[in-house]
């Protein structure tokens, strides 16, 4: 082979190095709305739009399985035969509703996706705010027990009437779970995938390291940063999300599902871990608990956390000493 044509053949094999560089280092970004938040997906590497494509299809089916306020969803189907009849559902239903129960008794009854009824008394489904009277509050407590959620097969059944659930505290970090396997399946680069508070961070290097925000409960911007690594969820609850006012005292939707009134220990709860739906339950455990019982928790399941309280200090588990950051207050 002459050189003329060795330089040619260097040169287009150059060229497609450059390029497959190029193309594994250029991002996607997407922004949609699904699950009740705007979620921002950005993918990296050469099948990010496969990726991103698949990823919008998933966390769009699952919303039309789980979403209560949709009157075709199975969660709408289960709520609606409630004291009447099992409705048989999906894979994905009976999964999700079976890890909620699990994660009932390891939180202790502080996460209960019976508490529909609760929220509902307190216009947190219809918009139309109210403080009920305690009465009224004792007997929606009577709708929220656990043991009336019965599996049986591919079947779920709420044995009485006027019971229903809710799957808000588990459904986002579950469908980041179904997005991890989609984004190591499709052999992305690297993605950022942030669901309204919950946020999943991948890169194929396992040394890069993701720096989080964690929102200001009372103000615009962050109150705190941490560092992880990929394969990470975090995961944060807080009164600041959906809240209304009345008489100078703000009224949160985050309730403790043995009270029926609104955790008010702490503004803020973020939960660190290694599965999606673990941290999304955690997060919203932890904030009914405040920070002594939050910090035991975490140590119980394996994960880390970062509690703001009323004053706005900031404290978090021992294992993230050095990762995080409080900014200026």
Not at 17 to 30: E, H, I, K, P
Not at 110 to 138: R, T
Not at 203 to 211: A, D, G, H, L, R
Request: glycine share 6%; charged share 25%.
């Amino acid at each position: 082979m002459s050189n003329k044509k060795l330089v040619s053949l260097f040169s287009i094999l150059f060229l497609l190095v450059v390029l497959f560089f190029y193309l594994s280092n250029t991002y996607t970004s997407v922004e949609i709305y699904s699950m009740n938040t705007v979620i921002d997906i950005k993918v990296w590497g050469i099948n990010r739009f496969k990726a991103v494509k698949d990823i919008e299809f998933e966390i769009n089916k699952l919303n039309a399985l789980f979403d209560d306020f949709s009157p075709n969803s199975e969660v709408t189907l289960i709520n609606n035969n409630a004291g009447i009849k099992p409705v048989k559902v999906s894979y994905e239903t009976l999964d999700i509703i079976t890890k909620a129960k699990d994660m009932y008794d390891k939180t202790d009854g502080n996460f209960n996706i019976m508490i529909a009824p609760v929220l509902k008394l307190w216009g947190f489904k219809s918009g139309d705010f109210k403080v009920p009277a305690k009465n009224e509050i004792e007997e929606a407590l009577k709708l929220t027990d656990i043991n009336d959620l019965i599996i049986s097969g591919d079947e779920v059944f709420l044995k009485k009437k006027g019971e229903s659930i809710d799957l808000g505290g588990i459904a986002k970090g579950y469908a980041l779970d179904k997005v991890k396997d989609i984004i190591e399946n499709d052999n992305v680069t690297k993605a950022v995938i942030n669901m309204g508070g919950n946020v999943f961070v991948y890169s194929k290097n396992n040394n890069e390291i993701f720096t989080i925000g964690i929102k200001h409960p009372r103000e615009n911007g962050i109150i705190a940063t941490v560092k992880v690594k990929s394969g990470t969820f975090v995961a944060t609850s807080g009164d600041y999300e959906r809240f209304f006012e009345y008489k100078g005292v703000r009224y949160c939707h985050i309730f403790d599902p043995k009270t029926g009134f609104q955790a008010n220990e702490i503004v803020s709860a973020t939960a660190i871990t290694k599965t999606g739906y673990v941290g999304d339950v955690l997060s919203t455990a932890m904030f009914v608990d405040g920070k002594d019982s939050a910090f035991e928790l975490a140590k119980r399941l394996n994960a880390s956390c970062i509690i703001v309280d009323k004053e706005l200090n900031v404290f978090y588990t021992d294992d993230l000493k050095g990762v995080v950051s409080v900014e200026n207050r």
